[in-house]
């Protein structure tokens, strides 16, 4: 187990430098200049801009300033924002909280509505509710979840709020802070839907399938031969091997929310790290667009790791490539 853990720890470097020169090329390549852009319309002393320049290295051939980042990396220093002279991983270690806290939402959400749906269009397969439950999961997944979002904020915030002379309705920006008018889950209630749409399409999509398959094999027709009643068969026997996959997807996805939300946190105001990676790249402020998206996909491949750990310790032949099982 200690030796398939070391190997996919090395699998990290490369993963790792990959991600890490794509993002600095990407940085480098997009037109506008940090400090030039800083400055606004003032004008500027050139020897202060060049002195700036210099202080973030931006004076230095590409390659150069793509090694001295390496270095700060490997000492925990993530860069420093042009914007603000802020510390990234302070800006980091004070936006991901917002982030986590979304990410659950959304993924109780995938949960409870995701495999509830995916078990009633099963067991209901070619009635009302299954039709709806396909329908429905279609429609999800070919929405834009920005256009998702702006739709419940103009029917949740706006028209809701007309329609019962401002007694019912949600708000439609912003996370809570003390003094707020709205109790703290009202502002997560549509950010966590819309983030969690997709997702929650694809899971009750994969428990129907996976619940489908598990029903018609043989163990399945044996219970049932028994004289076990539906239900038993169904929550004792056939949802413990139909649920795997669905786990496995929701385990993989609470990485992926937490590092694509930049779309629903952006439409919501939410203050998380997908806003604040929006605002960056708005101002072309290079050090945390790069180091808050590094330190994110640090996260994700950490969840990754415990995720194949999980399936080695289940199953041996996984950490010994599949020998074991031949």
Known sequence: MFQYIGKRLLQFVPVFLGVTLFLFILTRVIPGDPVAMLSGQRVQ???ILAQMRHAYHLDLPVWQQFILYLKDIAQGNFGTSIATGRSVKDIFLEKYPYTLQLAFAAIIIEIIVGIGAGVISAVKQYSFWDVTVTLSTSLLVSLPVFWLGMMMQLFFGIWLKNWTNGQFYLPISGAWSPGAPFPPMAYLIM???????????YAARIQRSQLLEVRGTDYIRTARAKGLSEGSVLWRHAMKNALIPVVTFIALDLGAMMAGA???????NWPGIGYQIYLSIEQRDWPVVIGTTIIVTMVYMVINLIVDISYAFLDPRIRYGGSEGR
Do not use: H, N, W, Y
């Open 191 to 201: 950010p966590a839907i819309t983030l969690a749409s997709v997702s929650t399409a």
């Open 45 to 47: 002393d050139p020897q």
């Open 262 to 268: 930049i779309l629903t946190e952006t439409v919501f």
